[in-house]
């Protein structure tokens, strides 16, 4: 890796894609992701995933809803829920290395799964689909590659308005390395 601005290390390009494939098969080794997003019904936390995982992780599956592309806007898709993590911005500098880059990760929910009923130590509650599923993905970023200078940064997040059968959560995400110096 080049030095880049202010002692970081920039983003080598070929890294690119490598870091978004590790974020989504992160996102589909997560038990609680994946029964949020592929569990359509009222308890997702509490029914058994009836999917093939195989099938799943190929995002060229139709079965797949964890994607490495921005949603379409005007889908008529049925799926319920949907992951999608991609490089929004990026700049480069003199020596084709990436001096800042910016990830969005969107969870789109069909209106109609926003509310899920679960139970916590027993007590029935209701909760919000997209914020469970929000909170799961901030943890997994935040462990995605804890042995590596490499790292995600939670900036924040927005909520989207799609169209009339789903919104979305958008999570705001920077891309730093950290510099080592070996002495």
Avoid: C
């Avoid at 700049?91 to 926003?114: G, P």
């Avoid at 130590?121 to 590596?148: A, D, H």
């Amino acid at each position: 890796m080049v030095e880049g601005l202010n002692g970081m290390v920039g983003l080598k390009l070929e890294r690119m894609s490598k870091n978004i494939v590790g974020l989504l098969t992160s996102f589909n080794d997560n038990e609680g992701i994946m029964r949020l997003v592929y569990n359509d019904v009222s308890n997702p936390l509490e029914t058994e995933l009836k999917i093939d995982k195989k099938k799943v992780r190929n995002p060229n599956s139709k079965e797949s809803r964890i994607k490495p592309y921005p949603f379409d806007f005007d889908t008529t898709q049925t799926d319920g829920v949907s992951i999608r993590a991609y490089y929004n911005y990026g700049e480069l500098n003199s020596n084709e290395t990436v001096a800042e880059s910016d990830l969005h990760i969107d969870i789109i929910v069909n209106k109609k799964l926003w509310l899920i009923n679960s139970k916590v130590k027993g007590v029935p509650e209701s909760l919000v689909r997209p914020y469970e599923i929000m909170s799961r993905v901030v943890e997994v970023v935040g462990r995605s590659q804890p042995n590596t200078t490499k790292r995600f940064k939670v900036n924040g997040f927005q909520h989207l308005s799609i169209n009339a059968d789903y919104d979305a959560l958008r999570l705001y995400l920077s891309y730093f390395s950290v510099e080592t110096r070996h002495a």
